[in-house]
T-cell receptor, first 109, second 117 residues
Framework: QKEVEQNSGPLSVPEGAIASLNCTYS??????FFWYRQYSGKSPELIMSIYSNGDKEDGRFTAQLNKASQYVSLLIRDSQPSDSATYLCAGTGNTPLVFGKGTRLSVIA | GAVVSQHPSRVICKSGTSVKIECRSL??????MFWYRQFPKQSLMLMAT?????????EQGVEKDKFLINHASLTLSTLTVTSAHPEDSSFYIC?????????????FGPGTRLTVT
């Protein structure tokens, strides 16, 4: 069964710090990976996608992919209270996205 | 780009009635649309996958006769919850795929909160 595992948290970081969110996946055939942010009571919002090994940066966000270790991560630099949300990791080969259960991030002002 | 709308955003209905939820991709053609359900403080649960013009593929445990999905065009999919019961009360979210650098990128609608009394 294809699975995506995340630590449920909550992960608490002080404002201005780096938040590090991690995800592992079981399907070696997965090629595309995504990070979604979901605020309480709202639907998920796509914030990053990554397809190749290495790092991909977009503003304060950096996604990292290591296919050999089956590991995906998201770094949020200069964390803000508005970053407080649940972050969902998702991956796929050629099937519907498989979502992790999400990591709840709390940025403390 | 990649905007997905859902209507209604919130609906309250009586037990035994049916409710239809619409999902539209506003600025792109969606090759595939997905329907999810999410209970409070729980993770997303995929209910079904639909492609335009073909029957939806339902996940195990989801009753296809209760949750009717119609994917009438490349921009519109509907979910009808038939004979709704209080246990069907949940947050229903659609997503659409077909735009972006990867064909696998999914963009979510804002969701529909269904309350069955």
């Amino acid at each position: 069964q294809k699975e995506v595992e995340q630590n449920s948290g909550p992960l608490s970081v002080p404002e201005g710090a780096i938040a590090s969110l991690n995800c592992t996946y079981s399907d070696r055939g997965s090629q595309s990976f995504f990070w979604y942010r979901q605020y309480s009571g709202k639907s998920p919002e796509l914030i990053m996608s990554i397809y190749s090994n290495g790092d991909k940066e977009d503003g304060r966000f950096t996604a990292q992919l290591n296919k050999a270790s089956q590991y995906v991560s998201l770094l949020i630099r200069d964390s803000q209270p508005s970053d407080s949300a649940t972050y969902l990791c998702a991956g796929t080969g050629n099937t519907p996205l498989v979502f992790g259960k999400g990591t709840r991030l709390s940025v403390i002002a | 780009g990649a905007v997905v709308s859902q209507h209604p955003s919130r609906v309250i209905c009586k037990s035994g009635t049916s409710v239809k939820i619409e999902c539209r991709s506003l600025d792109f053609q969606a090759t595939t649309m997905f329907w999810y359900r999410q209970f409070p403080k729980q993770s997303l649960m995929l209910m079904a996958t639909s492609n335009e013009g073909s029957k939806a593929t339902y996940e195990q445990g989801v009753e296809k006769d209760k949750f009717l999905i119609n994917h009438a065009s490349l921009t519109l999919s509907t979910l009808t919850v038939t004979s709704a019961h209080p246990e069907d009360s949940s947050f229903y979210i659609c997503s659409a795929q077909g735009n972006g650098s990867s064909i696998y990128e999914q963009y979510f609608g804002p969701g529909t909160r269904l309350t069955v009394t």
